[in-house]
Each structure stands twice: as structure tokens, then as C-alpha cells.
């Protein structure tokens, strides 16, 4: 079993990204029959939330972020075999892609890996991604539908989606983000969040889900 | 001295990758983002580079780095520029050089292969597609920059002047292009063969690609 004092190093381990210390911790964890979804949600998840505040707040740079993300993954990599046999079930399910006519995906990627990060289920549809496949993407179980733009030219698109997938009737919430876009952006289209950048994504998508304020 | 024309070539330059990534992966290495992990060691140290050795795999695999210069005839009209048949650009600078005779050229360079490609290259993974997102960056503006050397070398004597076409705006400012219009200047590489278009929203595809003109005034 994991001591307090271990979940700590398993904590800095990932902010740090530290990717063979994780592995080595949840691997103990994991052969002593401990609570992984517990260990997920009370150590890991709150490490990586730890590692977008630090991001936003400009203590650390995106490299740093990508780093304790492949931490991250290479303890969600042992635990997430184990908690498939289980009912165990993701904080939500989300799809993100950069809208019609924009090619860019660095943002996109970030905002992946963080859901990731956050215990989100995560369908990534890509760039250039028409209307009608965010739709298909919500009939699919998707909770979330994340719109990424980073050009001016591709921003009105963002309106359309959300305008397309009313009139399809989806359910979904939706949440935008992107260099050319802002909250009163968000508000004017309709969109029920925004994320100002790749942690503030996972923020707006669980206010969108009502999991934070 | 007016601008050698004949120095401009009607089929692209190919410029071997190994001439641009290690300066490329060296400039990016300096970014205090890169700098400041690496300078860590340990663990995240190897993990980054392990994701720049990845990345210069990745484009060294892909990237067919290539420059095109075209000689373009161009008139001023008050304080817009016509190039050819093709494109009236609204720019006091560029009309004012151009009705004091100078001559351009427009540049087109390309790394050539397709984010998409990338990705797949890299088995989707997003960590080592990021570093190589960066790395291309720092490999296209140094495949930029030896684009204009080249041209500074070949016309001794004559001031350049480089004009980015910027299609598209990320932060909200800077001078912009109608997609429409950087596609007709785009058309004067038709023949190159590089196989580089703009969308209707103007994103360049391949994406790491610049487009651009140089105006060549006597000193």
C-alpha cells in the first residue's frame, strides 16, 4: 500500500514529470490491491490540476505541462486496464476539434491531454472537422463538445456549429477556446463555457457540466 | 543596380534537411520554455529530449524543405500595388517602392508535409507532435532566412525589402490578406510543383509554409 508520505512523492512526481517514479508507485499500488480510482481521484487528478494552475498562473511553461501529462499517462496506462473491469466511469465524456477551414491543432493537443489528465474520457476528432461530425460525436455518448479556432477567419464557424447542433436538437454542451475567442465571444454564440487556455478548458468543461463553479 | 532577375530560377530550390534542423533544434533548445526543462535534467530533461529526437526524426523523415521565387510584374496605383494579372494589394510602402522603380519577386517556402502526416508519424502521440510543431517552426523561419541570404547574396548592391503575407490574424493585429488575393498570388507557383494551397479561410496547406513578396530597390 501507498503511505501518505508515497502518495506525496507520487504527487510531486507527476508535477515534476517524473514519468519512472509514477510508473513505480502506481505499479506498487497496484500489486498491494490498492483503491486505484481512489488514487487517481485524491492524488493524481489533483497533481495535474495542480501542474494547469501553475501553467496559468505563468510558473511553469508549456513543456513542463507536456511532461507531467506523459507522467500522468504512464500511471493512468497501468490503472485504466484495471478500472475497465470495473464499473468505474470517467469524470465525462468530451469530444474536441478545431472547427471548418482551420488546419491548426497545437491547442486542440494541449486541451487533450489535459482532459486527460483530469480523468475526462476523450474523443479527439481532429482539425477541419465539419458540423455534422461534432453532431454524430454528441449522438455517441459525448457530454461535451469542445470547439477549438485559432484564426479569425475561422472563428464565425464556431457560431455555426453551435447554431447546427441546436437545430439537430443535440443535448451536448459546448465549450470554446482558442487564441482569437473570449467569454463575451462565448456568450454572444451561445456557447455554454469558455477556456482562456489549456487548464481553463478543463475548468470551463466541468462548469459546463456543473462538476465546478 | 537593378534586381538580377536571372538569379530567380523557374524551378524550386530543394534545401537538404540537414542543413536546417540542427540550427533549428539548437534555436529551440534556447527558448527559455525548452531551456528550463532541459537545464533541469533528470527525468523531464530526457523526456523533452527524447520528444526533439523524435521531432527531428519526424520532419527528417517528411519534410521536403523547398523555395520557389517568382519575378512578378507590378504596378503602383496610388497606394496599392496590381501584381500581374493576378491581385491588386492595398500597401502605401510596397506602392511607393514599387513607383520608384523597384522590382519584385514573389517567394513562396514550404516544409512540404502535412501536420496530419506528422501526427500519424509520430503514433499520435501529443507530446512529441508538439515539440514537433515547435521544431518545424524553427525550421521553416530558418529555410526563410536562407531563402532571403540567398537573394542578398545573388544582388550585391541592391536593398531588399521582404513583404509576409499574412493570411490570417491570431492576436488581432497586423495587416491582413483576402484569402481570395493569396490564393491569385499563390497561382504564380502553379508550375513549381510544391503542391501548397490555401483554404477558403486561409489556412496554408502544408501549414508551415510563408508566402511573400520582396521588393528589390536600387541603393
Redesign the interface.
Known amino acids: 500500500m501507498l503511505s501518505e508520505d508515497d502518495k506525496d512523492e507520487l504527487f510531486e512526481a507527476i508535477c515534476?514529470?517524473?514519468?519512472?517514479?509514477v510508473v513505480e508507485l502506481v505499479s506498487r499500488a497496484r500489486d498491494a490491491g490498492q483503491d486505484l480510482d481512489e488514487l487517481l481521484k485524491d492524488t493524481m487528478i489533483p497533481a495535474m490540476t495542480e501542474i494547469g494552475d501553475q501553467f496559468s498562473a505563468g510558473e511553469v511553461?508549456?513543456?513542463?505541462m507536456?511532461?507531467a501529462?506523459?507522467?500522468m499517462q504512464g500511471g493512468i496506462d497501468i490503472i485504466e486496464p484495471i478500472l475497465a473491469q470495473t464499473d468505474h466511469e470517467p469524470v465525462g465524456r468530451v469530444c474536441i476539434g478545431s472547427v471548418k477551414?482551420?488546419?491548426?491543432?497545437?491547442g486542440k493537443?494541449?486541451v487533450?491531454?489535459m482532459l486527460k489528465g483530469a480523468g475526462f474520457k476523450v474523443e479527439d476528432l481532429?482539425?477541419?472537422v465539419d458540423n455534422a461530425a461534432f453532431a454524430e460525436a454528441a449522438e455517441r455518448g459525448n457530454q461535451v463538445i469542445c470547439l477549438s479556432a485559432?484564426?479569425?477567419?475561422?472563428k464565425p464557424?464556431m457560431g455555426k456549429v453551435i447554431q447546427y447542433l441546436k437545430d439537430a436538437g443535440t443535448t451536448a454542451k459546448v465549450v470554446i477556446g482558442g487564441?482569437?475567442v473570449n467569454q463575451s465571444y462565448a456568450d454572444a454564440i451561445g456557447a455554454d463555457a469558455f477556456g482562456e487556455d489549456a487548464p481553463g478548458a478543463v475548468n470551463a468543461v466541468k462548469r459546463a457540466l456543473g462538476l465546478a463553479n | 543596380m537593378g534586381f538580377d532577375q536571372s538569379v530567380t530560377t523557374t524551378t524550386p530550390t530543394h534545401v537538404p534537411i540537414s542543413e536546417l534542423l540542427p540550427k533549428a533544434s539548437a534555436r529551440l533548445q534556447r527558448q527559455?520554455?525548452?531551456a528550463?526543462?532541459l537545464g533541469r535534467g533528470?527525468?523531464?530533461a530526457s523526456?523533452?529530449q527524447s520528444?526533439l529526437t523524435e521531432a527531428s526524426d519526424c520532419i527528417g523523415a517528411l519534410a521536403i524543405p523547398s523555395i520557389a521565387l517568382r519575378p512578378v510584374q507590378a504596378s503602383a496605383h496610388h497606394s496599392s500595388v496590381q501584381i500581374a494579372d493576378l491581385t491588386q494589394v492595398e500597401n502605401p510602402t510596397l506602392a511607393e517602392d514599387v513607383a520608384l522603380g523597384g522590382t519584385v519577386t514573389a517567394y513562396l517556402v514550404t516544409l512540404g508535409f502535412s501536420?496530419?502526416a506528422a501526427?500519424e508519424w509520430l503514433n499520435g502521440d501529443?507530446?512529441a507532435?508538439?515539440?514537433q510543431?515547435d521544431l518545424s517552426n524553427e525550421v521553416l523561419f530558418e529555410l526563410g532566412r536562407i531563402a532571403f541570404r540567398k537573394q542578398r547574396e545573388q544582388n550585391a548592391g541592391v536593398r531588399l525589402k521582404r513583404i509576409s503575407v499574412q493570411?490570417?490574424?491570431?492576436?488581432?493585429q497586423g495587416k491582413?490578406w483576402d484569402?481570395q488575393k493569396v490564393q491569385s498570388l499563390l497561382s504564380v507557383f502553379d508550375d513549381a510543383g510544391l503542391d501548397v494551397s490555401v483554404?477558403?479561410?486561409?489556412?496554408f496547406?502544408p501549414?508551415n509554409t510563408l508566402l511573400g513578396l520582396t521588393v528589390a530597390l536600387a541603393s
Open positions: 515534476d514529470g517524473d514519468r519512472e517514479t511553461f508549456v513543456p513542463e507536456l511532461v501529462a506523459r507522467a477551414g482551420d488546419l491548426h491543432d497545437i493537443n494541449l487533450v491531454m481532429g482539425v477541419d485559432l484564426l479569425t477567419t475561422t464557424q487564441a482569437v | 527559455k520554455q525548452y528550463r526543462v533528470g527525468n523531464p523526456s523533452l520528444w501536420q496530419n501526427f501529443y507530446g507532435h508538439h515539440v510543431s493570411v490570417n490574424d491570431v492576436c488581432g491582413i484569402p483554404t477558403d479561410t486561409g489556412c496547406q501549414l
